[in-house]
């Protein structure tokens, strides 16, 4: 039984009905897994209907991180704040690991559609527990990514982000052979995170974690949905400094954020330091450029 032959039977399973898999296609835009589009008919009352799902692959040792991506995904849609793609399961066929989920129709959205994404993200972030973290490790990209429950409070956070989040992230990259300047300039940052928080209370809100403008787009109904989620508990802030940091989002989406739940003033201070992470990252996962803009970054950071 071939791969494709044993992904039908897993539909039918998931679904608890007969599934008939008529075509698989690859899709392009990911670097990390590849992603096929199947398309299908399953059984409706004893008549067939169009169903299409969407598929991630990749070796089967990567099965915690599409295991980690689908908790994240059902954690979000227990909210019922904003629309995420449903998680049928994941699992592994012999040598490869994947996730499935159901395929989204996609449109270019308008000026409303964007106003609707900032105030459900502000949404999303109004679920706060007592701890930061995520009762498990999840990834961002290819990278670990540690989870590891401490209770809230700012001091907490600062903690968190300087041994969880930046502290990792430069031992990756020592390890992974960048200049000396860029990790004395690291060493000063670690121990002056507390200036960055002055008169600030963090609330542990459920974050995506990954939001760039690839993770997410608009239904045919102008419905946002988000996915790809590297999902933990954490200040809000992370999230829509990342929205910042390779663009792609409006200004109706920032006014429409900021209505439902105003910023801090003081998050343009902490921007930089929040987007250090995932330009660290980068480095880690791609190497080039990133480091100089990783050590570009530092020193805004320390003046």
């Not at 990954?210 to 109904?221: R, V």
């Amino acid at each position: 039984m071939s791969f494709w032959d044993k992904i039908e039977q897993q539909i039918s399973t998931s679904l608890a009905r007969p599934f008939k898999l008529k075509k698989q296609s690859a899709m392009g835009g990911g670097s990390i897994n590849k992603a096929n589009l199947i398309e299908g008919f399953m059984d409706e009352n004893g008549h067939e209907k169009k169903a299409n799902f969407f598929i991630k692959i990749n070796h089967k040792n990567r099965i915690e991180m599409f295991e980690a991506e689908a908790t994240g995904l059902n954690a979000i849609a227990n909210t019922q704040t904003i629309r995420v793609p449903y998680v049928l399961c994941s699992g592994i066929e012999g040598e490869q690991s994947y996730l499935l989920l159901e395929a989204l129709p996609i449109s270019a959205g308008d000026d409303d559609s964007a106003s609707r994404l900032g105030q459900q993200l502000a949404n999303l972030h109004k679920n706060t527990v007592e701890q930061f973290g995520w009762k498990q490790n999840n990834t961002i990209g290819v990278t670990r990514q540690i989870n590891t429950p401490i209770d809230k409070g700012t001091d907490n956070w600062i903690r968190f982000w300087r041994e969880q989040r930046l502290g990792y992230q430069f031992e990756l990259a020592k390890q992974n052979g960048v200049a000396s300047s860029l990790l004395n300039k690291a060493e000063k940052l670690l121990a002056d995170l507390d200036r960055f928080f002055e008169g600030y209370e963090v609330e542990p809100s459920l974050l995506h974690g990954d939001l760039w403008s690839g993770n997410y787009a608009y239904l045919n109904n102008g419905e946002p949905v988000i996915y790809d989620p590297a999902l933990y508990y954490g200040d809000r802030e992370t999230d829509i400094a990342m929205t910042e940091l390779f663009g792609g989002f409006t200004t109706e989406f920032y006014q429409s954020y900021n209505k439902t739940w105003p910023l801090d003033k003081g998050y343009k201070q902490r921007k930089n330091l929040y987007n250090l992470y995932h330009i660290l990252n980068h480095y880690n996962m791609f190497g080039g450029g990133y480091a100089m803009q990783a050590e570009n970054m530092l020193e805004q950071l320390l003046v």
